[in-house]
């Protein structure tokens, strides 16, 4: 009886260490601070590099979690770099559309001057999470790096956060 409930211990215990890597990821979901902090430093990158190409590397550490950073051209209106989704680099901002057909930049210019305040903004959109096939809410900040043309911008996905809670975190620094 003994021999049969160490089993079955070890077996419970086998089973939880083969799920840990399942659950860890499933858990890895980048936060609102943590955008705000990886969209500004990629900013200070491009603004002294001035190479987008950096942005479109994978693997890359501008690939975090389940989000990643993505860069707009303003003075162009068109999309500069884009890790995972290479077909969009282009693409006219005004063209952009979510999975429900909703144009992410109804007013690029507008956009662009408030993503280059020191502030950024945040936009909200649907848009399919990296690895799933359904589409989820995404909040994405963006920011301009000084001396570009560019905007820098990463989102998380969150069905529950308001972009005026998320406003009072980006503070310029």
């Not at 009886?1 to 086998?14: D, E």
């Not at 999470?129 to 920011?143: D, H, M, Q, V, W």
């Amino acid at each position: 009886m003994k021999l049969r409930g160490s089993i079955i211990i070890l077996l419970a215990a086998a089973l939880l260490v083969a799920a840990l890597p399942g659950i860890a990821i499933g858990q890895d979901k980048a936060t609102a601070q943590e955008v705000i902090a990886k969209v500004r430093e990629a900013a200070v990158a491009l603004s002294k590099s001035g190479d987008v190409a950096q942005f479109n590397k994978r693997p890359s550490p501008w690939i975090w979690a389940d989000t990643y950073i993505f860069v707009l051209d303003c003075d162009k209106k068109i999309t500069a770099a884009h890790p995972l989704r290479p077909d969009t680099i282009g693409a006219p901002l005004a063209s952009v559309k979510d999975v429900k057909a909703k144009n992410v930049y109804p007013n690029p210019g507008h956009f662009c001057e408030d993503a280059r305040k020191p502030s950024g903004t945040w936009i909200e959109y649907s848009w399919v999470k990296p690895g799933e096939t359904e589409p989820s809410r995404k909040i994405s900040f963006a920011l301009g790096a000084a001396g570009t043309p560019y905007v820098v911008s990463a989102g998380i996905f969150d069905d529950a956060a308001t972009i005026a809670d998320l406003s009072k975190l980006r503070t310029p620094q």
